[in-house]
């Protein structure tokens, strides 16, 4: 069984209070996954969320059948696919947007999106929380791909002739 001790440490729960985690933990699965695993890919129906409790995933989009571009290394602590957490009544069709494989033997912790959403409906507090810290991951990482597109586009032989003109 999945302690709150386990949970605390995942970023986006590490504000929820006791009584929230002990709500949650009936709702979380262990996964236990082996190096050059998929926990999900790019276009597949997102109905589960999930953290990293130990090893590394990496996540990678596809651009054609020939390119796969990495996009981030997710580290323990940290949670991928949150288009799941969209599945149930936001979103019921969500996809996933990226293909996620662990590097390294990896043990994550998965909630189906909508018990989850099912959850947060029940308790608003619970659910504004953790929405304020999901919704900080996603700027960080909207962030963070944004100076990474900006720089690329920069360094195009074209684009930086017509910078330094």
């Not at 129906?45 to 989009?61: C, H, S, T």
């Not at 949150?82 to 912790?109: K, N």
């Amino acid at each position: 069984m999945i302690t709150k001790e386990e949970l605390r440490r995942i970023v986006i729960l590490g504000y929820l209070t006791d009584s929230m985690l002990e709500k949650l933990i009936p709702l979380v699965e262990r996964l236990h996954l082996n190096e050059q695993d998929y926990l999900f890919r790019q276009g597949d129906l997102a109905e589960r969320f999930f953290m990293l409790n130990r090893g590394k995933v990496l996540l990678e989009q596809r651009i054609s059948d020939k390119m796969t571009v990495s996009i981030e290394s997710i580290r323990p602590g940290y949670s991928i696919g949150w288009s799941g957490i969209m599945a149930g009544g936001l979103e019921p069709y969500s996809r996933y947007t990226s293909d996620a494989i662990c590097t390294e033997t990896s043990e994550l912790f998965a909630i189906n999106g909508e018990e989850l959403n099912n959850l947060l409906d029940d308790d608003h507090d619970m659910g504004y929380m953790l929405c304020r810290r999901l919704i900080r991951v996603i700027s960080r990482r909207l962030r963070h791909r944004t100076e990474q597109f900006v720089r690329i586009i920069k360094q195009h032989p074209d684009i930086e002739n017509l910078i330094i003109e």
